[in-house]
């Protein structure tokens, strides 16, 4: 092997390591401990060190910076940002996981710029309510996760010639039954503040949420964060008062 191209040495007491300026590292010496056996792949390190009888080798990552968990991604939405920090090769691949689960291929592969936009909108296999996670992997093997975020259910979208009717409305909650996660429609023909409750079936309070002045029209809560099991949800405007009844699988 040539000895050139080294950026940086390490020792240990009987064992000598070089980090080459293409990412991989060189050991020779003792190796009875296996210290000079660098694993696979040998690719991608930034630093390197050594110690009596081991050695230590320092990889490079990808920083995800979004989607991150205050990321609620609604269904009819059609653009989901992606960002990340460590460009230390041309391409990448961008793939989505539920827990260990790969769930979609979004790109591969896409140019590693650090930026990228998945352009909807939503699968049909994405869950709404399920928690996700973008893996972003380069051509070195460098890679990293985002934080989870959360598909939300389609907006429901309301015709103009219904849109600001003289009428109160709770539409109800999207989908029905859901997976942790529901979006409820509500509708006020004027200004108005508005409370929207939802109870478990013993009768306590499990969700409030509270809106002040809103005007006139279709409006929706997100609903999450609950435990499967039958819940009703009820709206307050003014003298209107409605309820209708949500579902939560696992």
Not at 115 to 121: I, L, M, Q, T, Y
Not at 227 to 247: K, N, P
Request: aromatic content about 10%; glycine content about 10%.
């Amino acid at each position: 092997m040539p000895n050139e191209g080294f950026v940086a040495v390490a020792a240990g007491d009987n064992h000598s390591l070089g980090l080459k300026a293409d990412g991989s590292i060189v050991a020779w010496g003792y190796n009875g401990y296996g210290q000079c056996n660098v694993p696979a792949p040998n690719e991608g390190f930034v630093a390197v060190s050594g110690g009596a009888a081991h050695s230590l080798g320092l990889h490079a990552y990808l920083h995800v910076i979004e989607p991150d968990s205050s990321t609620i991604w609604m269904q009819n939405e059609t653009d989901l940002p992606v960002s990340w920090t460590g460009v230390y090769s041309d391409g990448v691949s961008i793939v989505l996981y539920d827990g260990a689960v790969l769930v979609d291929t979004l790109a591969a592969p896409a140019p590693n710029t650090g930026s990228w936009v998945f352009s909807g909108p939503v699968p049909v296999s994405w869950v709404p309510g399920v928690e996700y996670m973008i893996y972003i992997e380069d051509d070195l093997g460098h890679s990293g996760w985002s934080d989870q975020f959360t598909v939300a259910p389609p907006v429901p979208i309301v015709d103009d010639e219904s849109a600001g009717t003289n009428n109160y409305a709770l539409h109800g909650a999207v989908p029905n039954p859901s997976c942790e996660m529901a979006l409820v429609a509500f509708e006020i023909p004027e200004t108005e503040d508005v409370c929207i409750t939802v109870y478990d079936i013993s009768g306590r309070v499990v969700t409030e949420l509270m809106y002040s002045a809103l005007t006139a029209g279709v409006h929706e809560a997100v609903i999450s964060d609950l435990r499967a099991g039958l819940y009703v949800v009820r709206m307050q405007a003014g003298d209107f008062i409605d309820s209708g009844r949500m579902i939560i699988v696992r």
